[in-house]
């Protein structure tokens, strides 16, 4: 059966804009070419400038390599600063920033704060079945939390593998390449928290 066309969301058009500018402004403050920061991230210089003008939706696994090039996080590119430090702050569904995996069968909601973004990073996962989300390797020593709340995942690093199903948490050094795999029949989802090197002491 052929996939109804999704209508055009205002909020991942609003989020793209605005990564396409920091993109750009992160890449000129740091004296960077398109080609400088395609050799550094590996993404094709046509690509990075239809980023930039907001003419492409990048995939987590390409900003991913942006990021890296440029020195910040996903997370941070895409957050904005709070204007002043508050009490409580409040985020409704249509502020919080998604992103989709390569497949497009993987969204993450970043949920972590930008406050804390260089030790914690925190998102609520979606995986429909057969969704895969590949993950560049995080600051050596970071540790990555998976706390199943429906269906089933399985985490891939090298040659070995683990599994969770709900209720149960998976715990993993997340310094190497590593991907999460739906490898149940209905949609799951999770809780998954980032401890960067910055905050981890490696025994």
Not at 62 to 81: K, Y
Not at 143 to 166: D, H, K, M, Q
Not at 174 to 182: C, G, M, S, V, Y
Request: proline share 4%; net charge negative; hydrophobic share 35%.
């Amino acid at each position: 059966m052929a996939r109804s066309k999704r209508l055009p969301c205002p909020e991942t058009e609003a989020l793209s804009e605005k990564l396409g500018q920091t993109i750009q402004r992160l890449r000129t403050a740091d004296q960077m070419s398109l080609g400088d920061l395609s050799e550094l991230s590996g993404v094709a210089k046509s690509m990075i400038s239809q980023i930039e003008k907001n003419e492409s939706n990048p995939t987590l696994a390409t900003l991913s390599r942006l990021s890296q090039a440029l020195g910040t996080s996903v997370e941070a590119m895409v957050s904005d600063a709070p204007s002043k430090s508050t009490l409580v702050q409040k985020a409704v569904i249509q502020d919080i920033p998604k992103l989709q995996s390569e497949d497009g069968l993987c969204e993450l909601q970043i949920l972590g704060s930008l406050d804390t973004v260089e030790f914690v990073q925190w998102y609520d996962f979606t995986a429909q079945s057969g969704g895969v989300l590949e993950s560049s390797p995080h600051p050596q020593g970071s540790i990555e939390n998976l706390s199943v709340l429906e269906g089933e995942l399985t985490v891939v690093i090298g040659s070995e593998s683990w599994n969770a199903v709900a209720g149960e948490t998976l715990r993993y050094r997340a310094d190497r390449p590593h991907l999460i795999r739906n490898t149940g029949s209905t949609t799951a989802r999770a809780t998954m928290v980032n401890i960067l090197a910055h905050a981890v002491r490696v025994r």
